[in-house]
């Protein structure tokens, strides 16, 4: 299962954990509490398994992709994972299913705390529209991600501040009543 913690404020380097001293751990329930949804998979059999076949239908996650980040096979590795930690939001979710490897969604909370988040094979994630967030490989410096859309795959990411657009509004306003 995923693993997250409330984050330290150090700038030190992206891909080391980041866990505040003593560790404050996050709920699935908080997770929920904020939007973020998990199921545990069997990645071994991705590409024949009526589970994740089962998730797509229910919510209409019609198309899909897969991508590996990793030195060797992401050109302009570095640059990119930098551009995945910018915090950012989208008008549509975002529903990863790591197929290998680690890394880490980190989000912000109700109180503006960056949560991070400890995925890792098997673990499909979704990440509500209008939510800030951002991605960093961890020290491995390797995930193979299925990357799941309802309809045509719209990537395009608002930067931080997009507090006037509204899907981050109607995204605030879905915390007070949750
Ligand atoms: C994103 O949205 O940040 C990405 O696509 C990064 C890799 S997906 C595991
Ligand atoms: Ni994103």
């Given at each position: 299962g995923i693993e997250a913690w409330y984050m330290d404020e150090s700038s030190e380097d992206q891909k080391l954990p980041h866990r505040l001293k003593p560790n404050q751990p996050v709920t699935l329930r908080q997770l929920e509490q904020i939007g973020v949804y998990y199921w545990k998979l069997n990645a071994d059999i991705y590409e024949n398994d009526p589970e994740l076949q089962k998730i797509r239908e229910e919510k209409g996650y019609s198309y899909m992709d897969i991508i590996t980040i990793h030195p060797d096979k992401l050109p302009d590795y570095e640059n990119k994972v930098k551009m995945f930690y910018e915090e950012h939001l989208h008008l549509d979710d975002e529903i990863r299913y790591i197929l290998d490897g680690s890394s880490y969604f980190d989000v912000r909370d109700k109180d503006d705390r960056w949560i991070r988040i400890a995925v890792s094979k098997g673990d499909l994630?979704?990440?509500?529209?209008?939510?800030?967030?951002r991605f960093t490989v961890d020290e491995s410096n390797y995930t193979k991600?299925?990357?799941l859309f309802v309809g045509e795959p719209v990537w395009k990411a608002y930067n931080r501040p997009a507090d006037d657009s509204d899907i981050r509004k109607a995204y605030v306003n879905s915390l007070r009543c949750s």
């Open positions: 994630i979704t990440l509500p529209a209008g939510i800030y967030h991600a299925m990357r």
